[in-house]
């Protein structure tokens, strides 16, 4: 049986959390050295029983710095006679990149869309605070303790954390993408209080992304599609046309069916009808003695007519229609002379 000179353990696995000292047929001897590096911390057990702890630093054993231990060992006269402990290293570090995501949809009520179920996905970062407590609530007295042995019960913490943070920060469904910042800092002082009762502490939560159900997705697409239209629908409206008689001109076989000619010919009709009213519009104006019309002149003086007088403002002379026989005042689609019978046109 063997006297422990250093105790010391050297990290070489970055997801290890506890590890047991070997101690084998070994014993702790008054005066071993024990060496606690920077982000460990050491916890002596007992026959199950957890007995002193060591920050980092380097320690000569003794009665003076294990006290809980010469307690649990009842030593009357302090430490003298080697003894058998269970020593574990725990790793205080920063365990960082641990993903977490919504195995199921979360159930939001969303005031627009109503029921609504939404995913999201992330990572966190987390570290030992204390490790009596961890050790008292999660590890124990495995010999070895890592991240994959905890992970699944963070996550559960986690998730429950988002349930609540979303529903209590009335964030419709369609801004949570553009505040997943504000909501990690909801989810994250949520859930600080979970981790510190069995001795963690959240050192970090982001949330990745968020993604609403595929339904939804095409129906806000499609919506916000319609909403481009609306502003802009006689350019659409133009730009289909053209692009639908494109395709027929290309396709011969469309052309030369009775169905294919039926949509050639409504197509040409529409375009023609579309065409025809913007020429309509713009040269409304004319007709109504604006810029471009055509004006008229007096038969008798040659001046100058606007709009339809009944005589010229200049020498009085009648401009109505009158039959060239009888002088008769006719109209200006008649044939013939309704007094006299002559034939006008």
């Known amino acids: ?29 008054k005066g071993s050295a024990l060496t606690v590096r920077e982000s460990q911390n050491v916890v002596f ?22 006290p809980v231990l010469t307690k649990l060992m009842s030593w009357k ?5 080697p003894f058998k402990s269970d020593i574990y290293f725990v790793n205080m570090k920063q365990f960082t990149n641990q ?17 609504v179920r939404i995913r999201g996905f992330g990572n966190y970062s987390f570290k030992v605070d204390d490790a009596y407590v961890f050790m008292n609530n999660l590890s124990g007295t495995n010999p070895t303790f890592d991240t994959s042995r905890i ?33 990690s800092r909801i989810v994250e002082s949520k859930v600080a209080g979970e981790f510190k009762e069995i001795g963690l502490q959240l050192t970090n939560f982001v949330f990745e992304s968020f993604s609403l159900p595929e339904e939804l997705e095409k129906a806000l697409d499609k919506n916000t599609s319609l909403g481009m239209m609306r502003n802009n629908m006689d350019v659409y409206t133009q730009m289909e046309t053209l692009e639908a008689m494109k395709k027929a001109a290309e396709n011969p076989g469309m052309a030369g069916s009775t169905m294919g000619a039926g949509m ?17 519009n713009q040269m409304q104006p004319n007709q109504q003695g604006g810029a471009g019309a055509v004006n008229k002149t007096c038969p008798a003086c040659g001046a ?9 403002p200049e020498c009085g002379q009648n401009l ?13 689609n008649a044939k013939f002379c309704p007094e006299c019978g002559s034939k006008l046109k």
């Open 1 to 29: 049986m063997g006297i422990l000179k250093n105790i010391e353990w050297t990290d070489t696995d970055s997801n290890l959390i506890v590890w047991k000292y070997p101690i084998t047929k070994d014993q702790v001897n």
């Open 45 to 66: 057990v007992d026959k199950g029983r957890l007995a002193d702890v060591f920050l980092p630093g380097y320690y000569k054993l003794d009665t003076e710095n294990l």
């Open 77 to 81: 006269y302090g430490f003298e006679t």
């Open 99 to 115: 993903k977490w995501g919504t195995v199921n949809p979360i159930l939001v009520r969303d005031k627009d869309y109503g029921a």
């Open 151 to 183: 992970t699944d019960y963070l996550r559960s913490m986690v998730v429950s954390g988002i349930s609540d943070a979303i529903g209590e920060s009335k964030i419709p469904v369609l801004d949570m993408a553009a505040n997943l910042q504000e909501l």
């Open 264 to 280: 050639g010919l409504g197509m040409g009709m529409g375009l023609g009808n579309m065409f025809a009213n913007n020429m309509n």
């Open 304 to 312: 100058v007519l606007h709009g339809n007088p009944k005589f010229c």
């Open 320 to 332: 109505k229609p009158t039959c060239p026989n009888c002088g008769t005042e006719v109209k200006a």
